[in-house]
């Protein structure tokens, strides 16, 4: 599985941007699908997950009611749209793919096999 993620760039606070993970593989509809972020001198710390089935989604508190994740499975794209940006979402965002239903929650690293490559968002004050 082959990840690509796109759609980073500069924006002011308060304004929006959309990035898109784009996915290789013919089953990506029933890949379990995250996106997280790192910050300079930070770990890398979840962001949003939505499960194979479009039957749940999962966010950080601190971009809850702010960021949307959604997929397309016809172009095996996930999305992460944000909203409302401030200059502490500022990172690196790496989305992530979970294909074996591996156990434990969405809300942590290991349980997602694949990664793409991120791509930066900077947030100016």
């Known amino acids: 599985v082959q990840l690509q993620a796109s759609g980073g760039g500069l924006v002011q606070a308060g304004g929006s941007l959309r990035l898109s993970c784009a996915a290789s593989g013919r089953t990506f509809s029933r890949y379990n699908m995250g996106w997280f972020r790192q910050a300079p001198g930070k770990e890398r710390e979840f962001v949003a997950a939505?499960?194979?089935?479009?039957?749940?989604?999962y966010y950080a508190d601190s971009v809850k009611g702010r960021f949307t994740i959604s997929r397309d499975s016809a172009k095996n794209t996930v999305y992460l749209q944000m909203n409302s940006l401030k200059p502490e979402d500022t990172a690196i965002y790496y989305c992530a793919a979970d294909t074996q239903y591996n156990s434990g929650s969405f809300y942590s690293s290991r349980i997602y096999e694949y990664w793409g490559q991120g791509t930066q968002v900077t947030v100016s004050s």
């Open positions: 939505i499960t194979w089935n479009d039957a749940s989604t």
